[in-house]
């Protein structure tokens, strides 16, 4: 059971397994949502859930009927996803879910609710009463005066509303009822690209616009329906991705395999504390046993599985080199690859692998390769820089100005151009400038960089995806 079948073969097998002619059901987290079986008695994860959050309502899915107990077993096949594992199970049942962050002072929120308000009132609407109503809301309670101004000024502008400066009023415009009834939802709409294959001339998938927007390119290669294909060209005007199968793909690495669920500090941290726990024990000769002993008395796990999960920093240590932990940060370089091992999570390790890459490549006039997981941020560099240079860049770096030179980091990015489309579209910008589907020249970025439109665009990737 997966989001690529038809919805057909989605409610046929649900049923089916709700009948109980089907006993077990192999899916996704398709069947995560929204899904009640009374009869499921247990849930098997492979591989770590990444979240708390995730755990429970997945596990939450057996035991549904009175009095019974929700039961599931995390697999993992990685000493990285045992320990992680571990950290989530434990964090589970001692209720120590993840907090949900507020956006507060949304920008594209704030435009769409004045539309709305507008609207309410046949006459329009004084901007004082406007604003006054808008920050008795929680997450808007800060909102500058000027802010309120500046979205008003950029709806007016793209008129989809009308501001009467001498009046001090909002009314409707033209371009309002439309405006409204386009954007009901704050929820992004993004395109879906037919993916061909070029031999056969069928069809054999899709892919979402944020996919082709930030990954796809000729020559990259991704796997879909459990085969690799090669991308050959992108036909935007027909929103189709033409694809070649790869003949022997034994030898191949997929460039993308899928959108990670990002693993929260919290939960990095731990695992960092884990190699804490147990790289001085194992430095000063202690059995694996011994070491095990004391994971199996603080996690829900046996003795076998703390075993596996520690092997790997027992070998650490024997090597005498220092292992990463929560608050010891090692870098490690070969020729041009240069290796942070830092367990801070999928939006730490972004954020500071963006700002490193953004600060080497000012020094040396060349562009950085950079990936980031949980627990590492691999960086490719121009020659002549060595771990040496990293540390410098660390300890020099004011950290009040992170947050401006992540911005500058960002002008370039095709995460920015992506996001400030979706807020351009909640300002009702998009026609106004006339972007094209995937932003080529720059363009949108240019019209818009110094409006609340950019602003917002800016601040909702710092919130969804980086931790500055």
Not at 22 to 31: K, N, P, R, Y
């Amino acid at each position: 059971h997966h989001g690529s079948l038809s919805k057909d073969a989605r409610i046929d097998v649900e049923d089916r397994f709700k009948s109980g002619e089907i006993d077990g059901l192999v899916c996704t987290s398709s069947m995560e949502l929204g899904i009640d079986v009374g009869r499921v008695d247990h849930v098997v994860q492979y591989n770590s859930p990444r979240e708390v959050t995730r755990i429970l309502q997945r596990v939450g899915r057996a035991g549904h009927s009175r009095d019974a107990v929700s039961e599931g077993t995390i697999v993992t096949d990685h000493p990285d996803d045992t320990l992680e594992a571990l950290a989530i199970a434990r964090r589970a049942t001692a209720g120590e879910v993840e907090t949900a962050g507020i956006h507060h002072g949304s920008l594209d929120v704030l435009a769409n609710q004045i539309v709305g308000v507008v609207m309410d009132r046949e006459d329009g609407v004084d901007a004082r009463a406007a604003y006054e109503l808008v920050t008795s809301a929680y997450p808007f309670r800060a909102l500058a005066p000027t802010q309120f101004r500046e979205v008003v000024r950029e709806l007016d502008g793209n008129r989809v509303v009308w501001l009467d400066e001498e009046r001090d009023r909002i009314e409707t415009s033209g371009g309002t009822w439309q405006y409204f009834y386009q954007n009901l939802s704050m929820i992004p709409d993004e395109e879906t690209y037919e993916v061909h294959d070029i031999s056969s001339r069928r069809q054999i998938g899709t892919l979402d616009e944020r996919f082709v927007v930030n990954f796809a390119e000729p020559g990259e290669t991704f796997i879909q329906r459990g085969e690799m294909w090669r991308i050959n060209d992108i036909d935007e005007e027909e929103s189709e991705v033409n694809v070649a199968p790869i003949e022997d793909p034994a030898g191949e690495v997929p460039s993308w395999t899928g959108q990670e669920i990002p693993v929260p500090q919290g939960v990095a941290r731990e695992v960092g504390e884990m190699r804490s726990v147990a790289a001085p024990q194992f430095a000063g000769g202690a059995p694996p046993e011994t070491v095990a002993s004391e994971f199996t008395a603080r996690y829900p796990t046996d003795e076998h599985t703390a075993q596996v999960g520690i092997e790997q920093i027992r070998r650490h240590a024997d090597t005498e080199h220092p292992v990463p932990t929560a608050d010891r940060l090692v870098v490690e370089g070969r020729g041009r690859e240069i290796v942070l091992n830092c367990p801070h999570g999928h939006e730490v390790n972004r954020t500071l692998g963006r700002l490193l890459s953004a600060l080497i490549g000012q020094r040396t006039g060349s562009s950085v390769g950079m990936e980031a997981d949980p627990y590492r941020i691999e960086m490719e560099v121009p020659s002549r820089t060595d771990p040496g240079t990293v540390i410098q860049i660390l300890e020099e770096t004011d950290p009040a100005h992170v947050e401006a030179l992540l911005e500058l980091a960002l002008k370039n990015s095709d995460t920015l151009k992506f996001t400030l489309a979706h807020v351009a579209a909640k300002f009702g910008a998009l026609k106004r400038y006339d972007a094209d589907r995937r932003f080529g020249g720059d363009r949108l970025l240019a019209a818009l960089e110094d409006t609340p439109v950019f602003d917002e665009a800016v601040r909702e990737v710092f919130h969804t995806q980086l931790a500055v």
